[in-house]
């Protein structure tokens, strides 16, 4: 736990970490939950650090550790719960994104399996090639292809549904 | 799904991703938790490794049978009890045979003389026989042997030597009517080996069982790999062969008790001793060894003109030189490689016993322990320059400074050489003036200290003999230093008076006669 470390781990949490909380976001959709799996995973990131301040890139480690973290949140006996529409339950709070924005993109990417969801993240937020997102995941490039083939026409169904462009956000 | 499909989606990705409002977390924290999580799973391991030790040594102790088998403390046993055991014959030690014989004399000097264990404290206590701390102090450097020792072979014949006990070389195992013998313990069940102990009369105390060839090993001096217990051991069976050869009163070297003293400096030893116990039957003396590279690394005041020790050569030998003071009796002998063996019989080594103990020794038998080859420093020591005489650098002092128009009175001298006196001009005294000269292979050498005003290399004549002059302050008496670091020497003149001419300084440090070829 040497100033060097810390100092590198600092650097990297300073500059990457909105990142990794959208990408946990992403994959969870719940603002909480994505700050439990994004402080599991820094942390887990900090006991590495060494290791993986030597690999060619950080980024790449912090993705996975988050990709696990999620898919280690995912399998806890107490996220096997099913999920309700009663209203009068508590919610997650809200996340900042507005209702139409988020609603038809939202509601598609919820409908994809966990699987086909990690897929779509790595792919199309943080821009990986097949064999990154297949090398990320641990699993063929043939798999990564038809997992995203799968996702997307799912999702497709969804954009045709609600077409409306929402890049003027942008 | 189309390229442009594809681009729609990543960009309403990016958005909601953009949309969400990211919690503002210290960075800190994020350290904090990793620090825990990595305290946790160093806890875990060592908790672990832990564990998985105790089942394993659980295991095995259950499978020999006999628990005590496997408690680790016994491994470490035998190199203590090695080291104190008399009946060891040198080879044996030097195998390192794990033998654990001899834990009785441990606790028999241990029982008798507790404050004595400890010899660092009881050579601080008397005060002349502790090695310097640091090679090359001047001040407390001093000694030679008389002059028609200087440089000579001290005549000891080791062959001679090993003559000296051939009576008491094969000793029987024990003798029972000997005075000495009288168990100390009544241990009825000694670890010594059958073979070794009589079986009419019990015998636990060292002085009993005694070697059954004399200790001729000599000491290890293997410069590969230098170990001082060892070297200390022979030091001790040389010892013991010359004063002792039967083992009655000078006890096996104990790592234990008996300790070490050096004096190092950049890996290189240059003294090494120990001081072990003498037993007279009633109470313990001390025998304390030093083996030095030189004259420089110990403390021999013979010839101090400020000394009060008295000191005299060794009757027949002419080769040592004996000293008495403040109750000791040490005599000191240089080796034909320049190496100085001294010797100090101390009687009031045991602190706590309620008489004075002596080491059975003459004089001469001293010096010719003293004189063995075999008390040598190990691996690659130091070689000490010849000595210079110290008659001839004060005479050479006095007629290169002092000059015709002052006159000098000598205050002291010693052997290092160091001269200290008075110049006065005209009757009247003006400067306090001093020079010396200490070898440069123990580190002697210039250093512009903080008492100096100024310091400053001056080349002084034509063979380019680089001299460092420095300016003393005022308040710490003014003058001037010079010295010459030569191959050999540093010599050095201080003069406390500024008007004394730093030429003729130069002249004297400089002169080739202070650096003698090794």
């Known amino acids: 736990m040497g100033g060097t470390r810390d100092d590198g781990f600092t650097a990297y949490v300073a500059g990457r970490r909105s990142h990794l909380y959208r990408t946990a976001y992403l994959l969870c959709g719940d603002p909480h939950r994505a700050e439990d799996i994004v402080q599991t995973a820094l942390a887990k990131l900090y006991v590495a650090w060494p290791r993986a301040s030597r690999a060619d890139s950080v980024d790449a480690y912090a993705r996975r550790v988050i990709i696990n973290s999620h898919l280690d949140e995912h399998r806890r006996p107490w996220r096997r719960e099913s999920p309700t529409e009663d209203d009068r339950l508590d919610r997650a709070a809200p996340s900042g994104v507005t209702a139409e924005d988020s609603d038809a993109l939202w509601t598609a990417l919820r409908q994809l399996g966990p699987k086909q969801r990690r897929v779509v993240v790595l792919r199309h937020y943080w821009g990986l090639s097949v064999e990154e997102t297949a090398a990320d995941l641990g699993v063929s490039p043939g798999t990564v292809k038809s997992q995203t083939s799968a996702a997307l026409e799912k999702l497709r169904t969804a954009l045709v549904v609600d077409p409306s462009p929402r890049g003027g956000r942008r | ?518």
């Open chain 2, 1 to 518: 799904m189309t390229d442009r499909d594809d681009r729609h989606l990543e960009e309403r990705l990016h958005a909601l991703a953009r949309g969400v409002s990211v919690p503002v977390v210290p960075a800190d924290q994020d350290v904090r938790r990793g620090r825990r999580r990595l305290l946790r799973m160093r806890l875990a391991m060592a908790g672990g490794t832990t564990a998985t030790l105790a089942v394993v040594l659980g295991i095995t102790g259950l499978t020999a049978g006999d628990p005590s088998a496997s408690e680790p403390p016994i491994a470490d046993t035998p190199t203590a009890s090695l080291s104190a055991d008399p009946t060891d014959s040198p080879s044996e030690e030097a195998r390192g045979t794990g033998r654990t014989r001899g834990g009785g004399d441990d606790e028999k000097a241990g029982g008798q003389a507790p404050p004595a264990s400890d010899p660092t404290g009881a050579a601080d206590t008397e005060g002349s026989t502790r090695l310097p701390g640091q090679p090359g102090s001047a001040g407390s450097v001093t000694g030679s042997v008389t002059g028609g020792v200087t440089g000579t072979t001290t005549g000891s014949d080791p062959e001679g030597g090993a003559t000296v006990g051939p009576g008491h070389g094969h000793p029987s195992a024990s003798d029972p009517t000997d005075p000495t013998s009288a168990p100390t313990s009544s241990d009825p069940t000694p670890s010594s080996t059958p073979s070794s102990t009589p079986s009419s009369t019990p015998s636990s105390t060292p002085t009993e069982t005694l070697p059954t060839d004399p200790p001729t090993t000599p000491p290890p001096t293997d410069p590969g790999t230098v170990r001082i217990p060892q070297v200390l051991r022979g030091y001790n069976d040389v010892l013991a062969e010359r004063l002792d050869p039967a083992r009655e009163h000078l006890l096996a070297y104990s790592r234990k008790l008996d300790g070490k003293e050096t004096t190092k400096r950049g890996g290189a030893l240059f003294a090494l001793g120990s001081t072990y116990r003498w037993d007279d039957g009633r109470a313990l003396a001390g025998l304390q060894v030093t083996v030095a590279s030189g004259w420089d690394q110990v403390e021999w005041e013979c010839g101090a003109s400020y000394t009060d020790w008295d000191c005299h050569a060794a009757v027949n030998t002419g080769l040592a030189e004996v000293a008495l003071h403040d109750g000791l009796r040490q005599v000191a002998v240089e080796h034909s490689d320049g190496q100085v063996v001294v010797l100090t019989a101390d009687p009031t080594y045991a602190d706590s016993s309620r008489r004075a103990a002596a080491v059975e020794a003459s004089d001469e038998e001293l010096a010719a322990a003293a004189a063995d080859h075999r008390l040598t420093l190990p691996g690659q020591a130091p070689v000490a320059p010849p000595r210079l005489s110290a008659e001839t650098f004060a005479s050479a002092g006095v007629a290169a400074l002092v000059g015709t128009d002052g006159a000098f009175t000598q205050t002291s001298i010693d052997r290092s050489p160091e001269v200290a006196g008075t110049w006065a001009v005209g009757g009247g005294p003006r400067s306090a003036l001093t020079w010396s000269a200490r070898p440069t292979y123990s580190g002697a050498g210039w250093q512009c200290l903080k008492a100096y005003r100024s310091c400053t290399d001056l080349v002084v004549d034509a063979d380019g003999h680089v001299v460092h002059v420095a300016a003393v302050k005022k308040r710490l008496g003014g003058g001037w230093v010079v010295e010459y670091d030569g191959p050999v020497y540093a010599v050095r003149v201080s003069s406390s008076d500024p008007k004394l001419p730093k030429k003729r300084a130069y002249a004297f440090v400089t002169d080739g006669s202070w650096q003698p070829a090794g």
